[in-house]
């Protein structure tokens, strides 16, 4: 029975969250104060962490911030009335799996939970498998066409075992590790699998949702929101290396492309 440390200060919100995660077999143990929070994080195990951003004594993201430094931080699913961009993209470059804003349906947020779990799950399983065997491979979702109507079955895996250098990227998939410019981007696993695509069919332009299909185990987890906060992320940590340059574009009314020119 997964475990879900509930911080959250409106009881009425809380009564919703915890009923719903329970009824689909979640144990919930819910904190009112953001101190309460880490004090339960220092003493006990849990799988998920909902976090209300507007806290009366701690904000969410400083919760967030020593939840990490303690290396207590289990997957992190935000849960605010704040909707604003800054707020979505803050907390996803401070290391959160997904955003809800209030109001939200119950039924969804349990969604969004169970997905990045089995997501998280899958993650830590290939990178043991990757620790243990030296002839790990990289599955790529893309396809060298450009432009055409998305269809799941142009989206086949695609080995890769050596290093893929294009342009002032290098890939190394056995490290699960994206350089550019020669210097190590810190990315999530979302990040990696989103920028790896690109790398590999620089130019090619792709839509919001087949980003989704990229970079989530569940599609149905994310947004069209959710894929420009996550692009905005990854322009930002590239910006931190070359301030000059911008290789991840918007191409108007269809998505994104890599533009190795730029």
Known sequence: MPHVLLAE????IADNVTYALTTEGFQVTWA?????????????????????IGLPDLSGFDVLRQAQKMNRCPPVLILTARSEEIDRVLGLELGADDYVVKPFSPRELSARVRAILRRTKSSSTNSESVGNNDNSTLEVSVHPS????????LFKPETKSAPLEIGPFRVNPEKREICYMSKVLALTAQEYHLLNAFISNPGRVYSRE???????????????RTVDAHIKTIRAKLRDINSQAEPLKTSRGHGYVLDLES
């Open 210 to 224: 087949q980003i989704m299909n990229i970079a989530w185990e569940e599609p149905l987890s994310a947004t069209p």
């Open 32 to 52: 009112k104060m953001g101190n309460e929070a880490l004090d339960l994080l220092k003493t006990q195990n849990f799988d998920f962490l909902i976090l209300d």
């Open 146 to 153: 450009l432009m055409r109507p998305y269809n799941s079955s």
């Open 9 to 12: 200060d409106e009881s009425s």
